[in-house]
Each structure stands twice: as structure tokens, then as C-alpha cells.
């Protein structure tokens, strides 16, 4: 019987060797993505080739939302970095455990600055059995252990090339390369809808409360497209001018304070963060770019006062970001219910917006999410290392103001797509859930092949 690092004794069949020895007998390599001396800020565009950073590196793949991107001849003087269907990209700093499998969509893209890229030549190993097994959660955490650094943990070369590696029979190398697939893949699919439909409920805010595209349709004296006639009838037939621009005739420019009440959240202690059924709602609950992160709750004993309480579907800000590109500061999300918890309250970093008006938050998330927004909010950060966001960066903002029936007509489009966003992120937590609980006990031979079916 072999004996793993990890697992201990495996089961007979199986064999444990190092990363770096499969590297080695198989052929690929572990590599380092380009240092900043050779791709420097300048050398980024808007249109090009996408190049990985850490922060689009997800388990359940590269998140390609606000992807840095790099010039055609930048990719082919650095080819040596470009990724191939089958790698697998790690972060090099901060999030260092966690890892991306390469598919044909990304084919062809940079390993960026700050990652570093697992290949392995082998017919044997498929690359969703090995990504499958460097998400194992005990896989993850001798990575974090073993990964340098005193305030942020930094992973290398030869950590990867020492990692153990179990490897099982074929027979369930397939099993869990089968399983690992198909349940990566739905995941995927829920990413890639709910993608659709938050473009969807965009698409048409801007076109209504932005473009005023229904407006001007009706000054050229045509019908606006896809809308019936009592919605229509909503949208005044002229624009004016004002401090604004041009903004259609009877919105007055107000201000957001008017119309929310703000809540800043708790100030908490460090010792006050233990095994509760109340979580907070943190820094970490916001994804880069916005949106709500499900696994940034921190479970938390301490007081706090019921107006603090969030709950599922309320509309909150971030007010503190310590990305250097402001990508959290001043942008919205939606929280997405967390059955696991009896209550959420939202910590210092974290503000709650209450529309006064019934059936409002869907507009003011939309009027949230605009680029004019966010360039405002930034304007009112202050800070070098860390931004803060005073309250005046959201009150103070001033917008034409449609009318109460308007909003709620938008309220009753919007409303369906992010109930349905809402049950797609609950389904692939459920999924996800499954996959860490079902195919860790068949990488460490727990389970072995006859019982997947029945647990499944």
C-alpha cells in the first residue's frame, strides 16, 4: 500500500508521486507567467488578446469579466506564457490554492503576470481528473500551508513541483474525471445565463433611463421597439435641456438621498468573528467589477442593531476597497439569500440602500451599475492603499428622475430576471456543494466506484 502526504495510505492500485515527478515523466512544465518587466501597464489595450490575471482565476473557470488585454504582437513575443486547452492557471499571490482549468475558449490567451501555469502531457491523467484533484479541499490547504510570505501568501515553482499527487486506477480516473465534468459544466452554464440575463436587465435600463431610446423613438414620431402601447405612453415625447444634458421633458434632476436611506454597517472585533448563526456581510461579499460574492460572509457573536440586518435581495455598497483599480468601491449588489444563516448584518465596510418607494430597488440598482455613477462615487474615495467611500459619494448623485409609474413598470421587467438569477446561484452553490462533498471521497478512495452511483 502506498502512502500519501495528504491522504495517508492509499488504496492498493493507486500511487502518490510529486507534481514535479509527473512533470517530469509525462512531459509539460511548470511555468511562471511574464514578470511586470516584461509586460508593463502601458503595454495593455483595450482591444487584443485577454491575459490572465489572479483575479480571474475561479474553480469553476476563467472569469473573463473585465479580463486585462494585450496586443497580437505582445502575445507572440511572449508565447512561451500563452495557456493551451488542458492547463491548469494558479495565482501566484493571495488566493494561491485556488485554480483554473484551460478550455478551448481560452485557448491561446496569456498566462498573465502574477499566475502561473501546470501543464502535463498525458493520456493516463486527464486534465479535469488533476484540476479536480488540486481542488480538493485538503489539496488546498497543504497549498495555502506550504505557500511563503508573512502578509500575503505566495506561491512558486518548487511548491507546485513538491505537491504530492494521488494517483488512482484508470477506471477511477474516469469516474471522477466524468463526474468532475459534468457538474463543472452546469455550473458553467448557470454563470453564462445569469451573465445573459443581468445583460439583459442592463440592455434595457440604459436603452430606457439612460438613451432615453423610447423618447426619441417617439420624437421621430414612431412606435419604440418591443414596447406596448401603455408603457409607452409612459415616456414623454421630447427631450429638454439641462445641467444633465438632454433629458426627457418633466424628469426633474434629483438626487439619490431623496429617494434611499442609507445604513452604514457594524464595527466589529476580531474575536467577535466565531462559529454563529449570524454572518456579516463584508468587503470580501463583492466581487471585482460588482456583484455579490456568496463566500465572503464571516460568521460573527457580537451586537448589532435591527436596522443593520440585510436581508436576501436587499441593495448594498461597498464603502472601503483595497483593489488597486477601485473595481469594488461604488458598486452595487444584490444579495443572494444564505439558507445556512438565520440572519445577515452588514459590517462597517459595508452600506445598505433602502429605496422609500415601493418597487424602486431594481431602478436604483440599474442607476447604480451605470459607468456615470461609479465615475462619480470614485470622485468622493479617498485614501492610497485603501479607499473609503463617504456617504455624499452616493447621496449626492444627481439623475433625471423618471416617473413612480415609470420605475415600477421597469420594476415588474426587471424583478422575474433577478429572481431567476437568484435560483441559478442557489443551484450551483447546491452543485458546487456536491462536488466537494461527493468527489473528495472518491480522490482519497473513501468511495469507491459502485457506491457513486447510489450517493449521486
Known sequence: MSFNEIFGSVPDGWMSVTLGQLVKEFGGGIQTGPFGSQLHAADYVEDGIPSIMPKNIRIDGVDASDIARVSPEDIERLSKYKVQTGDIVYSRRGDVEKCSLITEQENGWLCGTGCLRVRIHSEKISPEFLHAYLCHPSVRE????????????????????????????????????????????????NIKINQTLEQMAQAIFKSWFVDFDPVKAKMNGEQPEGMDAATASLFPEKLVESELGLIPEGWPIDQVGNHIDLTKGISYKSTELQESTTALVTLKSFKRGGGYRMD?????????????????????????????????????????????????????????????????KQYFYGLMSTYRFHRYAESFATGTTVLHLSSKGITTFEFARPSAELVKKYHEFAEPIFTKIEANILESQELANLRDTLLPKLLSGEIELGQVAEDA
Do not use: F
Not at 142 to 170: E, Y
Not at 322 to 345: H, W
Open 296 to 360: 465572503g460572509l464571516k460568521e460573527y457573536i457580537g451586537k448589532y442593531k435591527p436596522k443593520q440586518v440585510i436581508e436576501a435581495g436587499d441593495l448594498v455598497m461597498s464603502l472601503t476597497d483595497v483593489t488597486q483599480a477601485a473595481e469594488i468601491i461604488g458598486k452595487p449588489a444584490l444579495v443572494i439569500d444564505a439558507p445556512q444563516y438565520d440572519t445577515l448584518v452588514a459590517s462597517l465596510d459595508v452600506a445598505i440602500l433602502r429605496p422609500k418607494a415601493t418597487d424602486a
Open 142 to 189: 497543504w497549498i495555502v500551508r506550504h505557500a511563503v510570505g508573512a502578509t500575503m501568501p505566495n506561491l512558486n515553482t518548487s511548491i507546485l513541483c513538491a505537491l504530492p499527487v494521488l494517483v488512482p486506477t484508470l477506471g477511477t480516473i474516469k469516474t471522477i474525471t466524468n463526474n468532475w465534468t459534468a457538474l463543472s459544466n452546469k455550473l458553467v452554464v
